[in-house]
C-alpha cells in the first residue's frame, strides 16, 4: 500500500483531499433549505417539517440507498490502489467509495482497518471528506453517516497516532464514570476531526458467562447497574464531541456461548431476568440520549418465541424497544454478513424483514446489489410501504442534523492537530494506570524490585495485536519493565506452547532473577497452565499477567501473584508493568466474578475484589 503519511497539506498519497470550498460549496443549497440548528438538542417540529419536505423530494432508489451502511475498500474515495479497486468490483460491483454512492446512494459508510480506510489521521480525513463531496455533489445530494467500531481495547478500527484507551472491562475495573466520560470526549473528538460522526460504540452487553467468546472483556462487566452508569457516561462523552454513540446489542449479547458471527446464539433467560440485567444498560443508555442501538443476532424466546434472531423481530424491536423503553432514535442492524442473521432466511429476505421488524439502517450486507434490490422490490409489491422506508429516514436525517452534517460535514483540517495529543495520550495512560487488577500476591511476590531483581524474562501469548499499536504484549511489557529500571527480555511463547517451547522458556528462567508470563483466555486443557506450572518449578518468582479475560487466574491456582490487564493494547500493558514495578499501586477491582475452574458454581474471586500495594 501506498505510505499516506507523506502527503501534502493538500493531498494525502494517492488521497485527493476536497477543499473546504467544494464541500462547502455542495452542502450550501442543503444548508439553506434546511436551517437546522447543529447544536445536538431535540429536533423541533419546524425541523422535522423541513426534514420531511427533502424526503418527499427523493425517489424511491435513494430513499431505500438512505437506508444502508456500507464497506468499501480503499484509502482515496476516488483514486484507491488498483487491489481495493479489485475487491471494490469482486464484492460490492464499483470501483470507488464515489462510485459506491453515487450508484447506490448509500446514507452510510463504514470503516474497517482491513478495508484500508485507516491508515493514518490525514489520509482518514481525505477519505472521508472525498466521501462527503461525493455524495453532496448527486442530485439532492445529502451529507453521509461515516462510522467505524471504535470500542478500545480489543475492538478499534484507528489505531495509532490516534490516542488508545483500554477497553471497556478495564474501565469496569477503574470503575470511573469520570474516566468512561474522558473515554468518549477524547475519542470522540479525534474521530470527529478524521471525519467519522458515529461510533458503533459503547458494548451495551452485560458479561454475566465466562465463556462468551465474542463479548468478554468488550464488556463493562457482570454488574448491570455498574455496566449502565459507565454505559451513559461514554454516551455523554461522545454527544460532547459531536459523534453518535451507538449502544450495542440490544436485546443483551451478554450470556452466550456461541460466536454470532458464526451460529445463532440463544439467550435462556426469563423475561424478569432480562430486566433486571441485559436491560439495564439499554435504559441508561436512551435515559442519556444515545444516539443509535445496534440490534443483537441471537434467540430470545423469552421475548420473541418465532425462532427469529432479534434482529428480525418485530415484537423485540418495535414492541420492546420502541414501544415499553421509548426510544424513538435510529436502530442499526450488527453485520448482515454475520452469520448468526443468516441461518434461517436468504440475503435478499434479511433486509426486508429486519425493515419490518423496526430497523433503519442495514448494516454491511454481504451483497449490497442482493440486499437494496430486496428492498426496492419489496416497496414496489407493495410488502414494505414508502410511508414506512420514510419513518426510517427521518430518523436518520435527524440524526444527521443533529450531528451538524448539514451545515459542514467535513473532517476538521485543523482539527487534526487534536489526534494524539500529548494530553489525550497521558489521559489514557492514567486512566490505564486505575484498571491493573492485582489477584494473588501470595508472599509479597510483588512488586518487583529493579535493585534485588534486575534481570526479568517476560514469556507467554502475543496474540494479535489489536489496533495498530506497537505489539507484541510480551515485548511491550518488556521494554516497560526496562524504562523502569530492570533489564527485561522478551520470549514469546503463543497461546498453545509445545513442549519445546515451553523448555525454552524453562531454561531462559534459569538466568533470571523474576519472570512474567502473559497468558490469554486459559482453558483447562491448555499448555499455558504447564508453561505457568514448569515456570512456577524453578523456583524463581513468577508474575501472570491475564491479557484478556481474568477468568484465567482459576486455571493455574498455584502461582503466587497474578494481576488482570483486560487487554493486551500498549496501554493496558504499560500500566500493569507499573504496578509490576511498584511504580503505582494496584487500583482496579474486578468487574465480574471469577469463579473456580473445578466447580464454577463456587464464586473464587467476587466483584469488587482486587488487592493492592
Same mark, same amino acid.
Given at each position: 500500500?501506498?505510505?499516506?503519511?507523506?502527503?501534502?497539506?493538500?493531498?494525502?498519497?494517492?488521497?485527493?483531499?476536497?477543499?473546504?470550498?467544494?464541500?462547502?460549496?455542495?452542502?450550501?443549497?442543503?444548508?439553506?433549505?434546511?436551517?437546522?440548528?447543529?447544536?445536538?438538542?431535540?429536533?423541533?417540529?419546524?425541523?422535522?417539517?423541513?426534514?420531511?419536505?427533502?424526503?418527499?423530494?427523493?425517489?424511491?432508489?435513494?430513499?431505500?440507498?438512505?437506508?444502508?451502511?456500507?464497506?468499501?475498500?480503499?484509502?482515496?474515495?476516488?483514486?484507491?490502489?488498483?487491489?481495493?479497486?479489485?475487491?471494490?468490483?469482486?464484492? +460490492?460491483?464499483?470501483?470507488?467509495?464515489?462510485?459506491?454512492?453515487?450508484?447506490?446512494?448509500?446514507?452510510?459508510?463504514?470503516?474497517?482497518?482491513?478495508?484500508?480506510?485507516?491508515?493514518?489521521?490525514?489520509?482518514?480525513?481525505?477519505?472521508?471528506?472525498?466521501?462527503?463531496?461525493?455524495?453532496?455533489?448527486?442530485?439532492?445530494?445529502?451529507?453521509?453517516?461515516?462510522?467505524?467500531?471504535?470500542?478500545?481495547?480489543?475492538?478499534?478500527?484507528?489505531?495509532?497516532?490516534?490516542?488508545?484507551?483500554?477497553?471497556?472491562?478495564?474501565?469496569?475495573?477503574?470503575?470511573?464514570?469520570?474516566?468512561?466520560?474522558?473515554?468518549?470526549?477524547?475519542?470522540?473528538? &479525534?474521530?470527529?476531526?478524521?471525519?467519522?460522526?458515529?461510533?458503533?460504540?459503547?458494548?451495551?452487553?452485560?458479561?454475566?458467562?465466562?465463556?462468551?467468546?465474542?463479548?468478554?472483556?468488550?464488556?463493562?462487566?457482570?454488574?448491570?447497574?455498574?455496566?449502565?452508569?459507565?454505559?451513559?457516561?461514554?454516551?455523554?462523552?461522545?454527544?460532547?464531541?459531536?459523534?453518535?454513540?451507538?449502544?450495542?446489542?440490544?436485546?443483551?449479547?451478554?450470556?452466550?456461548?456461541?460466536?454470532?458471527?458464526?451460529?445463532?446464539?440463544?439467550?435462556?433467560?426469563?423475561?424478569?431476568?432480562?430486566?433486571?440485567?441485559?436491560?439495564?444498560?439499554?435504559?441508561?443508555?436512551?435515559?442519556?440520549? +444515545?444516539?443509535?442501538?445496534?440490534?443483537?443476532?441471537?434467540?430470545?424466546? *423469552?421475548?420473541?418465541?418465532?425462532?427469529?434472531?432479534?434482529?428480525?423481530?418485530?415484537?423485540?424491536?418495535?414492541?420492546?424497544?420502541?414501544?415499553?423503553?421509548?426510544?424513538?432514535?435510529?436502530?442499526?442492524?450488527?453485520?448482515?454478513?454475520?452469520?448468526?442473521?443468516?441461518?434461517?432466511?436468504?440475503?435478499?429476505?434479511?433486509?426486508?424483514?429486519?425493515?419490518?421488524?423496526?430497523?433503519?439502517?442495514?448494516?454491511?450486507?454481504?451483497?449490497?446489489?442482493?440486499?437494496?434490490?430486496?428492498?426496492?422490490?419489496?416497496?414496489?409489491?407493495?410488502?414494505?410501504? &414508502?410511508?414506512?422506508?420514510?419513518?426510517?429516514?427521518?430518523? +436518520?436525517?435527524?440524526?444527521?442534523?443533529?450531528?451538524?452534517?448539514?451545515?459542514?460535514?467535513?473532517?476538521?483540517?485543523?482539527?487534526?492537530?487534536?489526534?494524539?495529543?500529548?494530553?489525550?495520550?497521558?489521559?489514557?495512560?492514567?486512566?490505564?494506570?486505575?484498571?491493573?487488577?492485582?489477584?494473588?500476591?501470595?508472599?509479597?511476590?510483588?512488586?518487583?524490585?529493579?535493585?534485588?531483581?534486575?534481570?526479568?524474562?517476560?514469556?507467554?501469548?502475543?496474540?494479535?495485536?489489536?489496533?495498530?499499536?506497537?505489539?507484541?504484549?510480551? *515485548?511491550?511489557?518488556?521494554?516497560?519493565?526496562?524504562?523502569?529500571?530492570?533489564?527485561?527480555?522478551?520470549?514469546?511463547?503463543?497461546?498453545?506452547?509445545?513442549?519445546?517451547?515451553?523448555?525454552?522458556?524453562?531454561?531462559?528462567?534459569?538466568?533470571?532473577?523474576?519472570?512474567?508470563?502473559?497468558?490469554?483466555?486459559?482453558?483447562?486443557?491448555?499448555?499455558?497452565?504447564?508453561?505457568?506450572?514448569?515456570?512456577? *518449578?524453578?523456583?524463581?518468582?513468577?508474575?501472570?499477567?491475564?491479557?484478556?479475560?481474568?477468568?484465567?487466574?482459576?486455571?493455574?491456582?498455584?502461582?503466587?501473584?497474578?494481576?488482570?490487564?483486560?487487554?493486551?493494547?500498549?496501554?493496558?500493558?504499560?500500566?500493569?508493568?507499573?504496578?509490576?514495578?511498584?511504580?503505582?499501586?494496584?487500583?482496579?477491582?474486578?468487574?465480574?466474578?471469577?469463579?473456580?475452574?473445578?466447580?464454577?458454581?463456587?464464586?473464587?474471586?467476587?466483584?469488587?475484589?482486587?488487592?493492592?500495594?
Amino acid at each position: 500500500m501506498h505510505d499516506a503519511s507523506t502527503g501534502s497539506d493538500s493531498s494525502t498519497g494517492n488521497t485527493a483531499r476536497p477543499s473546504r470550498r467544494a464541500v462547502l460549496a455542495a452542502t450550501a443549497g442543503l444548508t439553506a433549505a434546511l436551517a437546522v440548528p447543529t447544536t445536538a438538542r431535540a429536533a423541533t417540529p419546524g425541523d422535522d417539517r423541513r426534514l420531511r419536505a427533502l424526503i418527499s423530494r427523493m425517489t424511491l432508489e435513494e430513499k431505500v440507498g438512505q437506508l444502508f451502511v456500507m464497506r468499501v475498500y480503499g484509502a482515496s474515495a476516488t483514486d484507491p490502489d488498483q487491489a481495493d479497486i479489485d475487491a471494490n468490483l469482486k464484492e +460490492i460491483g464499483v470501483r470507488t467509495a464515489a462510485e459506491l454512492i453515487a450508484k447506490y446512494r448509500v446514507g452510510g459508510i463504514i470503516y474497517f482497518a482491513w478495508a484500508h480506510n485507516t491508515h493514518d489521521p490525514r489520509q482518514i480525513a481525505g477519505l472521508s471528506d472525498g466521501i462527503q463531496c461525493a455524495s453532496l455533489a448527486q442530485p439532492r445530494g445529502l451529507p453521509v453517516l461515516i462510522a467505524t467500531d471504535q470500542e478500545h481495547g480489543a475492538v478499534c478500527r484507528v489505531g495509532k497516532p490516534a490516542t488508545l484507551f483500554p477497553g471497556a472491562m478495564a474501565i469496569g475495573a477503574g470503575g470511573s464514570r469520570a474516566d468512561a466520560h474522558t473515554l468518549g470526549r477524547v475519542s470522540g473528538t &479525534e474521530l470527529r476531526a478524521m471525519g467519522i460522526n458515529q461510533d458503533y460504540s459503547p458494548d451495551s452487553d452485560v458479561n454475566v458467562n465466562p465463556a462468551n467468546p465474542v463479548i468478554g472483556v468488550r464488556s463493562f462487566g457482570a454488574d448491570p447497574d455498574a455496566v449502565a452508569a459507565l454505559v451513559a457516561a461514554e454516551v455523554t462523552g461522545y454527544q460532547a464531541a459531536r459523534v453518535a454513540a451507538t449502544a450495542k446489542h440490544f436485546p443483551g449479547h451478554g450470556d452466550t456461548a456461541t460466536d454470532s458471527h458464526t451460529g445463532l446464539p440463544v439467550i435462556t433467560h426469563s423475561r424478569e431476568l432480562w430486566e433486571k440485567l441485559d436491560a439495564v444498560p439499554f435504559r441508561a443508555a436512551i435515559a442519556a440520549g +444515545i444516539d443509535s442501538i445496534m440490534t443483537a443476532h441471537i434467540q430470545f424466546p *423469552a421475548l420473541d418465541d418465532s425462532g427469529d434472531p432479534a434482529t428480525l423481530s418485530h415484537p423485540i424491536l418495535t414492541g420492546i424497544l420502541r414501544g415499553e423503553l421509548g426510544y424513538d432514535g435510529v436502530v442499526i442492524t450488527d453485520s448482515l454478513g454475520m452469520e448468526g442473521v443468516r441461518v434461517k432466511y436468504g440475503d435478499d429476505r434479511v433486509p426486508v424483514l429486519a425493515l419490518k421488524a423496526g430497523v433503519d439502517q442495514l448494516l454491511n450486507p454481504p451483497s449490497l446489489d442482493v440486499a437494496w434490490n430486496a428492498v426496492l422490490k419489496a416497496v414496489r409489491s407493495g410488502e414494505l410501504t &414508502e410511508s414506512r422506508l420514510d419513518e426510517s429516514i427521518l430518523r +436518520i436525517l435527524r440524526l444527521k442534523a443533529r450531528l451538524g452534517l448539514f451545515d459542514d460535514p467535513r473532517a476538521g483540517r485543523t482539527d487534526l492537530d487534536r489526534v494524539g495529543t500529548p494530553a489525550h495520550l497521558a489521559a489514557a495512560d492514567r486512566i490505564a494506570g486505575r484498571t491493573t487488577t492485582l489477584l494473588v500476591n501470595e508472599d509479597d511476590t510483588l512488586p518487583f524490585s529493579p535493585r534485588t531483581q534486575p534481570r526479568v524474562l517476560v514469556v507467554g501469548a502475543d496474540p494479535a495485536s489489536p489496533s495498530a499499536t506497537d505489539g507484541p504484549p510480551t *515485548a511491550v511489557l518488556a521494554a516497560a519493565l526496562t524504562e523502569l529500571g530492570f533489564t527485561a527480555t522478551a520470549l514469546s511463547t503463543g497461546t498453545a506452547p509445545s513442549a519445546a517451547t515451553i523448555a525454552k522458556a524453562v531454561a531462559a528462567a534459569q538466568d533470571a532473577d523474576a519472570v512474567v508470563v502473559a497468558t490469554y483466555n486459559v482453558t483447562a486443557g491448555s499448555s499455558q497452565t504447564t508453561l505457568v506450572r514448569q515456570l512456577l *518449578a524453578t523456583g524463581r518468582p513468577v508474575a501472570a499477567v491475564a491479557v484478556r479475560n481474568p477468568y484465567d487466574v482459576a486455571q493455574y491456582p498455584a502461582v503466587k501473584a497474578c494481576l488482570a490487564s483486560y487487554g493486551w493494547t500498549d496501554v493496558e500493558v504499560r500500566a500493569a508493568a507499573r504496578v509490576i514495578a511498584g511504580d503505582v499501586p494496584p487500583r482496579g477491582k474486578l468487574p465480574v466474578p471469577v469463579q473456580r475452574a473445578d466447580d464454577p458454581t463456587q464464586v473464587l474471586y467476587p466483584i469488587g475484589y482486587g488487592l493492592t500495594y
